[in-house]
Each structure stands twice: as C-alpha cells, then as structure tokens.
C-alpha cells in the first residue's frame, strides 16, 4: 500500500489543522494506522493509532483531549483533527500502517509510511 500525507501547515498556537493519509494500491481496510510525528533533534515519536474497523483508537497522552484520529475506508482515507494546537505540535507527521485489525505505538512495527507533512505552530 502506497500512502500520501497531506493538510499539514503554519498555524497559531490555538488553532487546528486536519491531516489526511490517502492510501492507494491494496485494500485500506485491511490496514491499522497510526500517525507520528518527528521534531528537529528528536526521536520519532507515537501520536495516534487505529484499528482497521475504525472501532478502537488511542492517543499519546500529549495530545489525549486535542487530537482524534478517524478513518474513512470507502475513501481509503486516515484523518487526524488537531485542536488546540500548542508550539510543541510543531514536527513533521507521518501516517503509517500495518497489516492486521491491531495498532501499535512503535515505529518500527509499522511496514509502510508516508512521506511526512510539516506542521509548525507559533505562538
């Protein structure tokens, strides 16, 4: 599966953006999700996961609150809605997904990424 990230930006602290992860090439709904992010220096780091079906989701506690992570499998799509953006928002996200109905929280798990879409927050 071929994935795509998109919708990321430049947004004041407080505001929200909403990225996307098209996949195309196999069947979307066979695939887990997760979204991660990686700033300037730092390590790769767990955002957001979820299943397959859609029916289970689970968030980093940094974002636990602000960010919901969904899913649209007629149109092969992952969203996460950001709310309440904050300065330490600021990374390139990537999408990522693996096959199966479970997620999981390490990078490394994961078999096909996309490409990363930046968001920077100011304050």
């Known amino acids: 599966v071929q994935l795509q990230a998109s919708g990321g930006g430049l947004v004041q602290a407080g505001g929200s953006l909403r990225l996307s992860c098209a996949a195309s090439?196999?069947?979307?709904?066979?695939?887990?999700t997760g979204w991660f992010r990686q700033a300037p220096g730092k390590e790769r780091e767990f955002v957001a996961a979820i299943s397959r079906s859609g029916s289970s989701t689970y968030y980093a506690d940094s974002v636990k609150g602000r960010f919901t992570i969904s899913r649209d499998n007629a149109k092969n799509t992952v969203y996460l809605q950001m709310n309440s953006l904050k300065p330490e928002d600021t990374a390139v996200y990537y999408c990522a997904s693996r096959q199966g109905e479970s997620y999981y929280l390490t990078p490394i798990l994961y078999n096909y990424w996309g490409q990363g879409t930046l968001v920077t927050v100011s304050s």
């Open positions: 090439g196999r069947t979307f709904s066979s695939y887990a």
